[in-house]
């Protein structure tokens, strides 16, 4: 298994544009989490998904939704982009929701410029 | 409101000397805490939990409900310890909540 995949591995987009940001977590894991990391800072909590459902969102604008497939991948959406939306985006993926041993597997993330 | 605090941005050791990394948090209920790192050019992977009370590569850490601190602490660092260090709180919802992170540097 390859572990937690993501693309584009790198993209660059200008204000006002949308992006779709794609993720495919490890075989048989069924929770999806995105992560927005800017320069600097740690990773900043977006998203969850488990089973198709949206089961946690952190402290971002409705430009950004987010969607869980039947195969349990996953596609992060960014609307009307702004120049502040420049960051790594990762996708975290578990076995199960939330448990104290639930362990998230990170993808190697994809770099967003915005112009 | 939950908070991560990672007060070293960087932290340069000599090889074989001691490290800690500091990390406080605040939150009301029982937390979750966790200790990711990023080597270079690899992906952020988990290092420890403080439920597991484990050592791994020679790292332990503590939780303090008195100090609200959860320090990751190495008694000889080695150069492969270099890395980008992160503190996470999981509450009892979903999300990881990380500090800003701390850059190890251990140098020969």
């Known amino acids: 298994d390859a572990g937690v995949t993501q693309s584009p591995t790198h993209l660059i987009k200008t204000r006002g544009q949308h992006v779709t940001l794609r993720c495919s977590p490890i075989s048989g894991h069924k929770s999806v989490s995105w992560y927005q990391q800017v320069l600097g800072q740690g990773p900043q909590f977006i998203f969850q998904y488990y089973e198709k459902e949206e089961r946690g969102r952190g402290n971002f604008p409705d430009r950004f939704s987010a969607r869980q497939f039947p195969n349990y991948s996953s596609e992060l959406n960014v609307n009307a982009l702004l120049l502040g939306d420049s960051a790594l985006y990762l996708c975290?993926?578990?076995?199960?929701?939330?448990?104290?041993?639930?362990?998230?597997?990170f993808g190697p993330g994809t770099r967003l410029t915005v112009l | 409101a939950q908070r991560v605090t990672q007060p070293e941005k960087l932290l340069s050791v000599f090889k074989g000397a001691p490290v800690e990394l500091k990390c406080n948090y605040s939150?009301?209920?029982?937390?979750?805490l966790f200790w990711y790192v990023q080597y270079s050019r690899q992906r952020l992977q988990l290092l420890l939990r403080?439920?597991s009370r484990e050592s791994i590569k020679g790292f332990t850490a503590d939780l303090n409900k008195g100090e609200t601190s959860f320090h990751l602490k190495k008694p000889f660092a080695q150069e492969e310890d270099s890395a980008m260090y992160y503190c996470?709180?999981?509450?009892?919802?979903?999300?990881?909540?990380f500090g800003k992170g701390t850059s190890l540097l251990v140098t020969p």
């Open positions: 975290a993926s578990s076995p199960r929701l939330a448990d104290p041993t639930n362990e998230q597997f």
């Open positions: 939150y009301s209920g029982s937390p979750e």
């Open positions: 403080h439920i």
């Open positions: 996470a709180l999981r509450n009892s919802g979903y999300a990881l909540n």
